[in-house]
Each structure stands twice: as C-alpha cells, then as structure tokens.
C-alpha cells in the first residue's frame, strides 16, 4: 500500500483547527511539529513568528481522492483568515509512511501511574509506574491525542480489581491494556478495521495482558459477545457512534457500572449527554482539552 501525506504550515493560533480537520479526514490523526528553543514554564514566549507544521496521511485506494479534497476546501476556508501555505502532497512506501512518524512518538506519562513507551524505544520506568509498551501501526491510539489521554486518566481512577471492561473501536489496544494493567479481571476489545485488529492483538501479547485482554473484530452486536453486562464500557470513536450506540452501550453496563465516552467535539456536547440520560446513564464528569471532551457517566441502580 501507499500513503499520501498532506503537509502545511501555519501560525500556531491556528494548529487547534487545522489539526481537528486533518484528524476528522486523515488516517490516525495529526502530526504536529513546533519550534522549539524556549521553555514556557519558566516564563519564556515562543519566537513572534511562531509557526507549526501539521501532517496527515491518506492510504491510497478509492477514498483518497474525495478525502483529500474535503481537506483542501477545510483548509482553504481556514486560509480566509489566516495566511497559511498550500497543501504540500508527497507519496509515501508503506514502509517510508510506518518509520516517518515514528520519530513524533515519544515516552509519554499519563496521570498518577501510567507510562506509554513506543515498542521501538528503551525506557526503564520506576517500579510504582504502569508500563505499555505501545507499537500502534496503523491504528489510532498512542496516547498523545487528547481524547486517548483524558479516557486514560478516566480508566486509573475508575478500574478497581476485578473490574470487568468492555471497549468499542480498540484502535491500538492502548485503552483495554490499560484497563487490564490497572487491574481489571477480564476485558473485551472489539474493533472494526482488520489492519487495527492486527495492531491490537500483537499489542495485547506485547504487554502479556492476553490472558485477560480478548481481541474481535467487528462491532456492537457481536456475535461472539453475548448479553453479559460490565463494570466498565470504554468508547473513544466519534459522537455520532456514541449517540448511536448509547441504548446498546447501557444495556452492556451493570447496574451502578459506568461509561467513558470520548471522541467528541465540544460542540456535540449536549446531544451525547442527552442520548446518554435518555439511557439511564446519569453524568457525572465531564473533562476538556482544547476541542474534545470525554465523559464519565454512570447507570443508574435499578
């Protein structure tokens, strides 16, 4: 396979946006990559002339022409208002696409505990610390998008020993190790794409959690998930998924049990948290970073 990877530059004020379009319409997300030379928590600004570079990628097949295109019009919309240079397109190997990125994953440290270190990196994390070894491929979930971070941070304070999880759209698998390093008894992970299944199941034996972690692949119903309720349903994907799935989502959730629900855009806010209470799932927090927001809501006894 090859990939196209769309590049542009931009002020820094306008990398919030111009990343939410590259990661609605590209594959796995955004690239960022900002001038460094200073450090903001001693005080120090950045450089006036502040710029970032923000890269997607596109597998190139049927899809790649029309998503390339709602990028193109997205961008020249945000370029109305700010001046920002023309998509710069490159064609990728598969091989030259899966190292380009590589060198934007860094260790990275989630709350309280948790450490999420690529599999091609060596880090030796101190013994109170929740090592994932993490090699994403070519599915979402490395823990640096905001969405990934806040469901994370969710997970260690909401999974208890022996905690049963259920998760839709596993991506990377980064939630579901997650759960199952921070105690769960058993966990299972369904997700829809066969290249992130793939992704997901050698992430589960990397971590040595297949013993509680089951990989399917497919989606809500699954044929191979019966009627069992959990302690604990994850859904970092999208609102419109989220709000279509809530009446399936609730009835997987035991009674006193709760939903992290991520992927949203703030502006969708309100729609998910109305088909979440029309559900019996009663809210109780619900976080921010930049323009996403997760929720935490639990179902109601009875």
């Known amino acids: 396979m090859k990939w ?21 319409y590209g594959h796995g997300g955004t690239v960022i990559e ?3 030379g200073f450090n903001p928590d001693e005080g120090e600004l950045p450089p006036v002339s502040y710029n970032a570079t923000l890269k997607t990628y596109l597998p ?26 023309e998509l710069h397109e490159r064609v990728l190997e598969e091989s030259e ?3 380009s990125w590589k060198k934007h994953f860094k260790v990275l440290h989630i709350g309280r505990s948790l450490v999420i270190c690529p599999s ?3 880090y030796k994390a101190d013994t109170s610390k929740i090592m ?22 969710f997970l260690e304070t909401n999974v208890n020993p022996s905690s049963t999880v259920l998760e839709l759209g596993a991506g990377s698998g980064i939630l579901s190790i997650a759960a199952a390093k921070l105690g769960a008894s058993h966990v299972n992970a369904i997700e829809i794409e066969s290249m992130a299944v793939k992704a997901c199941k050698e992430n589960v034996a990397a971590n040595k959690v297949d013993s509680i972690v089951n990989v399917f692949h497919g989606s809500l119903p699954h044929e191979e998930i ?28 035991t009674s006193g049990g709760a939903l992290i629900a991520s992927g949203i855009v703030k502006e969708h ?7 979440l209470i029309a559900h019996h799932l009663s809210l109780i927090t619900v976080t921010e970073d930049g323009d996403w927001i997760a929720l935490l809501a639990f179902k109601k006894p009875g």
């Open 97 to 99: 696409w899966a190292n």
């Open 226 to 253: 019966g009627p069992d309720t959990y302690d604990l349903v994850v859904s970092n994907i999208s609102a419109k998924i989220i709000m279509e799935k809530s009446a399936l989502l609730a009835d997987y959730i």
């Open 4 to 24: 196209l990877e769309l590049s542009i530059s931009a002020p820094s004020e306008y990398v919030e946006p111009l990343s939410h379009i590259f990661y609605r």
């Open 34 to 36: 900002q001038e460094g």
């Open 120 to 122: 091609w990196l060596t």
């Open 60 to 85: 190139i097949d049927h899809t790649t022409t029309d998503l390339r295109n709602r990028i193109d019009i997205a961008v020249r919309l945000v370029a109305h208002f700010s001046p920002i240079t």
């Open 269 to 275: 806010r309100l729609d998910v948290e109305q088909a």
């Open 132 to 153: 994932i070894q993490l090699d994403p491929g070519m599915a979402f979930g490395t823990g640096h998008h905001p969405t990934t971070k806040m469901c994370l941070q």
